[in-house]
T-cell receptor
């Protein structure tokens, strides 16, 4: 079993939709949970990070961590074509583990 | 804050030559730097982890003599691809960690070996 599982998609939504991206994990020692956005031919950009459980909001983005279910989510409200990218989840307990990424396309 | 600069963004070289890629943390001291390789439409592949002043730790299957990593200061790490061949053509990305469990990535370097 992989440490971090992420559905690769692809996910295609109309502009303005709410997008839900998810990852599951198996290691209960993870304390830091991150979401990165990667545009084609660019390095990943840190969107948000959360320490331990709970929610964090930044503009149109909300990150949620449910440690009891070993499940994290990233919600994007009012999605825009510029949100089209690959989204990577990542987790750490000293060592880093990345999901494989979900490809998102927002259609105008 | 937490900006990582990677240079060059694109390099084309002849087979047999060596290529150096620089990774700098601009506004923080990076206790650990990482080097990744990424093939089209695939996820990140960790190549090596380096701590300032120490030898890099390479992942299984990564040739140490082919991919030389130097982490001479808390703000600079370099990856040198020695005697590059066409199969080394790829997208190389560095990242840096402050010691808090978060990585910040550079913009990547696209290497094409002719």
């Amino acid at each position: 079993q992989k440490e971090v599982e992420q559905d690769p998609g692809p996910l295609s939504v109309p502009e303005g939709a709410i997008v839900s991206l998810n990852c599951t994990y198996s290691n209960s020692a993870f304390q830091y949970f991150m979401w990165y956005r990667q545009y084609s031919r660019k390095g990943p950009e840190l969107l948000m990070y959360t320490y331990s459980s709970g929610n964090k909001e930044d503009g149109r983005f909300t990150a949620q961590v449910d440690k009891s279910s070993k499940y994290i989510s990233l919600f994007i409200r009012d999605s825009q074509p510029s949100d089209s990218a690959t989204y990577l989840c990542a987790m750490s307990e000293g060592q880093f583990y990345f999901g494989t990424g979900t490809s998102l396309t927002v259609i105008p | 804050g937490a900006v990582v600069s990677q240079h060059p963004s694109r390099v084309i070289c002849k087979s047999g030559t060596s290529v150096k890629i620089e990774c700098r943390s601009l506004d923080f001291q990076a206790t650990t730097m990482f080097w990744y390789r990424q093939f089209p439409k695939q996820s990140l592949m960790l190549m090596a982890t380096s701590n300032e002043g120490s030898k890099a730790t390479y992942e299984q299957g990564v040739e140490k003599d082919k991919f030389l990593i130097n982490h001479a200061s808390l703000t600079l790490s370099t990856l040198t691809v020695t005697s590059a061949h066409p199969e080394d053509s790829s997208f190389y990305i560095c990242s840096a960690s402050t010691g808090v469990n978060i990585q910040y990535f550079g913009a990547g370097t696209r290497l094409s070996v002719l």
